[in-house]
């Protein structure tokens, strides 16, 4: 068993190896958060845009009453999206996804995001495209981050937009 993980780990080693060594000899360095992000807040300055919108009495915290109200709004925007999205992938307008409904949205997001990232249109993602993406960039690939959706399946994402 330990001549196995040992062999695995020098596998695992070699590849990274390889794939760094590749990645200097076409001079492709470590991408760089884009200008727009912002490295120093984590979150992006979620809790200021919060604060900004909710924080009625501009006590720089939210009060119960200024969380429900928060909350409200969230819950209300999560259902427009829930509403939308089944108005587009509901097929059989039984109010929920069935497999097949999910497998052609996740497919159709899938082609939008390929297109938007395949900067020459030649049908292959390069190494070069790959990292000017804005995964690499500081950002989630996709609005709604990694994950999260209806069922926890990465149904969250809203197609890409920035």
Do not use: C
């Not at 120093?40 to 200021?48: D, E, K, L, V, W």
């Not at 429900?68 to 059989?92: I, S």
């Not at 990232?117 to 690499?136: C, H, T």
């Amino acid at each position: 068993m330990l001549t196995k993980t040992k062999l695995a780990l020098a596998v695992m080693g070699s590849l990274i190896a390889g794939g760094i060594g590749l990645a200097a000899a076409q001079g492709i360095t470590t991408p760089q958060p884009a200008p727009s992000a912002d490295v120093g807040n984590p979150g992006g300055g979620f809790r200021q845009r919060m604060l900004a919108k909710y924080d009625t009495n501009n006590d720089g915290k939210l009060e119960p009453n200024e969380r429900a109200a928060m909350r409200a709004d969230m819950k209300a925007k999560r259902e427009a999206r829930r509403d939308k999205m089944l108005a587009k992938w509901d097929a059989n307008g039984d109010g929920k996804l069935e497999p097949n409904e999910l497998a052609a949205m996740r497919q159709a997001r899938a082609e939008k995001t390929f297109k938007r990232l395949d900067a020459n249109n030649d049908g292959v993602l390069s190494l070069q495209e790959f990292e000017q993406a804005k995964l690499f960039r500081g950002h989630h690939f996709m609005r709604g981050g990694f994950g999260g959706g209806f069922g926890g399946n990465g149904g969250g994402a809203t197609g890409g937009q920035p």
